[in-house]
């Protein structure tokens, strides 16, 4: 099957097949990759609502909390599929992020990474 254009809003965790005056991004994707896509969109909303809960608790920190540390894995996993299913608009979006180096790197979570 051909990939169909669709236009996905991370931050409203939606997906779109036109563009609308928010902002989104501009993916090609199959049938089966856009199926893919929901689920992560979908994981990122169970792991949102999860940690948006603790950020109420003024006494905790979120540093080491195990949920926070998913939320941004799975925000960075997010965010390497749509860069890969991406629009050079898209790609080039993401690359001003700055989330790039840590999408291409993935052992960047390990120990003596950074020196």
Do not use: C
Request: glycine share 2%; hydrophobic share 30%; charged share 25%.
């Amino acid at each position: 099957m051909e990939p169909q254009t669709y236009y996905i809003s991370v931050s409203s965790r939606t997906i779109e097949t036109q563009p609308s005056r928010s902002e989104q991004l501009t993916i090609q994707a199959t049938d089966e990759e856009l199926e893919q896509l929901q689920q992560k969109l979908d994981r990122e909303d169970r792991d949102y609502a999860r940690t948006s809960g603790r950020a109420m608790v003024p006494y905790k920190s979120a540093e080491r909390d195990p949920a926070t540390q998913t939320f941004s894995d799975n925000l960075l996993d997010l965010y390497a599929y749509v860069y890969e299913l991406g629009t050079p608009e898209t790609r080039a979006h993401i690359e001003s992020m700055n989330l790039l180096p840590k999408l291409m790197n993935q052992n960047s979570i390990l120990p003596g990474y950074d020196k």
